[in-house]
């Protein structure tokens, strides 16, 4: 009986090929909706399964990406420091530290930043807005985790301290101590820790967040996790701890359990496991002269005699991975710190104290000995650092160090390897041609005297230059694990500052401004879909009934390409947006006005909606191409506001264009049998 109906509804205009063309668009939008909005179905699934017990997969809720404006965020403007930079090289140097900084918060998963430089009398600044950040401090790590490295040689000689030296350096050490206690009686006694990191605090990286190191898992805090992990959230350790370099007062405020924003909002997991990598010639950082198919069948051999008992020490003895010396231990790492072939096969396809398949990556073979899981724990911590001098300090602050021309602009690449005479981590570097050739100046001039690696300031290691070093290879020592010796190398690799730069504003943009603004957006763009609609269903019948239908699959078209690409919506984004609704029936009018005049002239409806499309499309395309050029002219020369909103017109034009074409011709086609004895419909 539906059948029935359906067929005499579209009785003679439903051909073979518009129900097809139909049925096409159809599934598509379904399928689009569902990726658009997937709330509904996911909750009739939940109640199909707890009713009548059929369980269908879910679709994955992924949001849409908010600009500062609407989801707030943090806003930040750095001071470059250019003073040892030639004028001519200032401006490239200040957009190499806009470049690294880009990449830096990329890694991190921060929504469009938008990082750009400003350049006014002399003043050198990036200015950095970050979207979804609501907490100054972790924006503030964010950027300064990017390492600024120096290589710089030393002018003066090696000398004892004086008597008077020795006494300002014990009198100094006596009143940090009298400090630290002071400040860790006053933490216990509850008094406001922010307030006293504000007066104590003397670690540099913190003295803008009051002390607070954000939120940092177990990893990340090493040894003082030793101190915190018995804390109960808002608790301060209730003793000094003491370093090599000064005290320490630690505060844990709070903890959580880490989750994926991208899965569901799941706790987020991280693995333990050690590897064994056979790379091949050809492999990424790959020294080995083996071929492809001699890798894959020596570690097909391996992996026949590998249990967990005898991986570390088959590890030693095969494996071309740095860390091959300490049985393949990887450590405890996420699902993001490993290449993806790797990260699919130990989080999604080995069991817990299982060895895995053999996996191939960029890298070469591997085959990977999961030995525990676990939820990541996430530490907000604060501190109080008092630092103490040495006979060092004091020396090295007699000392002369001038900046040579190797800075980490030139620095090609990192990675961690193992020193061969007590196997502890270093971090290898390894410089571009440019790079190379000045290192091998360096070490040429300065054979018999110390050469200083500098990483943010701080003099990491001063080898002593044997020989001149060709090659363009060094190395940073130090008294690293394998976990900061990783994160070491992540961070040169992810750029290392060109000129070092100073936070000289910071202001934290709160989203509830902005949900406001995006509901009124909102409103005003629906308000306008309604009166649009009702616009066209009054002048234009069924054909702006029509034409209203293929408007609200344009609507879902555009919001799944906002979500596909993404594009991040600012409130100008969204002001092309809702004025692109209005110029999609720009289309739909000029169509349906030359369908009346070729009814007019006596054509029959089929051959007149065909003749109303094709001589419509000259004016439809010449007006919106028009419109297309100058949104494009926007895009390539302006930022911020200006560009979001013409991103968002451009993508609104394009696809008001398909739509008024594709969609409402097979709807009109699709009707047009039911259309041919009711007249008064369409004139």
């Not at 909005?37 to 017990?53: E, F, L």
């Not at 008077?164 to 400090?179: P, Y």
């Not at 003295?207 to 018995?230: C, R, V």
């Not at 990483?455 to 090659?471: E, F």
Request: with cysteine; glycine share 8%; hydrophobic share 45%.
């Amino acid at each position: 009986m539906f059948a029935n109906m359906v067929r005499k509804l579209f009785q003679s205009g439903g051909s073979n090929k518009t129900l097809r063309s139909f049925a096409l668009i159809a599934i598509t939008m379904i399928v689009i909706a569902l990726f658009v909005s997937p709330g509904v179905y996911n909750r009739g699934v939940d109640w199909m399964a707890s009713t009548i017990k059929i369980r269908l997969p879910k679709v994955s809720e992924r949001p849409f990406s908010l600009g500062l404006d609407l989801q707030g965020g943090t806003h930040l403007v750095y001071e470059a420091n250019v003073s040892e930079i030639d004028s001519s090289d200032r401006t490239a140097a200040i957009e190499g530290v806009r470049d690294v900084i880009e990449r830096r918060v990329n890694v991190f998963g921060v929504s469009e930043p938008l990082v750009q430089t400003s350049i006014s009398g002399g003043s050198y600044r990036i200015i950095v807005e970050l979207a979804g950040i609501q907490k100054v401090d972790e924006a503030i790590k964010m950027i300064g985790e990017t390492p600024l490295l120096e290589f710089k040689e030393q002018i003066a000689e090696n000398r004892e301290l004086t008597v008077e030296e020795k006494k300002q350096l014990d009198e100094f050490n006596v009143t940090a101590k009298i400090k630290a206690d002071e400040a860790l009686n006053k933490a216990k006694a509850g008094e406001d820790f922010a307030a006293l990191a504000k007066t104590y605090n003397q670690d540099q990286n913190t003295l803008n967040t009051d002390g607070n190191l954000g939120w940092l898992k177990e990893s990340e805090i090493q040894p003082i996790f030793e101190y915190i992990k018995g804390l109960s959230a808002g608790q301060v350790y209730s003793t000094l701890i003491t370093e090599s370099n000064g005290y320490r007062i630690i505060k844990l405020n709070d903890k959580r359990i880490r989750t994926n924003a991208f899965n569901n909002n799941q706790p987020e997991k991280e693995v333990k496991a050690s590897h064994i990598l056979l790379c091949y010639t050809g492999s990424e950082g790959c020294s080995a002269n083996i071929t492809k198919e001699e890798a894959l069948a020596k570690m097909k051999e391996i992996e026949k005699k590998a249990t967990p008992a005898n991986f570390a020490a088959l590890a030693k003895e095969n494996s071309t991975d740095p860390g091959a010396a300490n049985g393949g231990d990887l450590g405890w790492f996420t699902r993001d710190a490993m290449v993806a072939p790797f990260a699919d096969t130990v989080f999604d396809n080995t069991k817990v104290g299982e060895i895995s398949y053999i996996v191939e990556t960029k890298f070469g073979y591997h085959l990977i000995y999961k030995q525990a899981e676990r939820e990541v724990t996430e530490y907000n911590i604060s501190h109080i650092y008092i630092g103490t001098a040495s006979a060092n300090d004091l020396l090295d602050a007699n000392k002369q160090w001038k900046l040579t021309e190797l800075t980490g602009k030139n620095l090609d690449k990192s990675l961690v390897q193992f020193d061969p005479n007590d196997n502890s981590p270093i971090v290898a570097l390894k410089f571009d041609s440019e790079g190379a050739t000045m290192f091998e100046a360096i070490t040429e001039r300065n054979i018999g005297k110390p050469v200083g690696i500098f990483l943010d300031g701080q003099m990491i290691s001063a080898p002593t230059v044997q020989t001149r070093i060709a090659g363009g290879e060094a190395v940073i020592t130090g008294k690293f694990d394998i976990n900061e010796a990783k994160l070491l190398a992540q961070r040169l690799n992810a750029g290392a500052l060109p000129v070092p730069i100073e936070l000289v504003s910071q202001n934290t943009i709160g989203a509830a401004l902005g949900q406001q603004s995006l509901n009124d957006s909102m409103k005003a763009g629906l308000i306008g879909l309604l009166f649009v609609a009702l616009f066209m269903i009054i002048v234009y019948r069924l054909p702006g009934f029509l034409s209203v239908i293929s408007l609200i699959c344009y609507c879902f078209i555009v919001m799944f390409l906002f979500k596909l690409v993404p594009i991040t919506l600012t409130l100008a984004g969204i002001a092309g947006f809702v004025l692109s609704i209005g110029m999609a029936v720009d289309a739909n009018v000029l169509i349906f006005a030359r369908l009346r005049e070729e009814m007019a002239d006596g054509a029959p409806l089929n051959l007149a909606i065909e003749r109303a499309f094709d001589r419509a499309w000259p004016s439809i395309r010449d007006g919106n191409l028009s419109t297309i050029i100058t949104c494009l002219i926007l895009i390539y020369f302006t930022t911020s506001m200006v560009k979001g909103f013409a991103i968002t017109l451009t993508i609104g034009v394009v696809v008001s264009m398909l739509s008024a074409i594709i969609i409402t011709r097979v709807l009109m086609f699709l009707f047009s049998g039911w259309m041919q004895n009711k007249k008064w419909l369409i004139k």
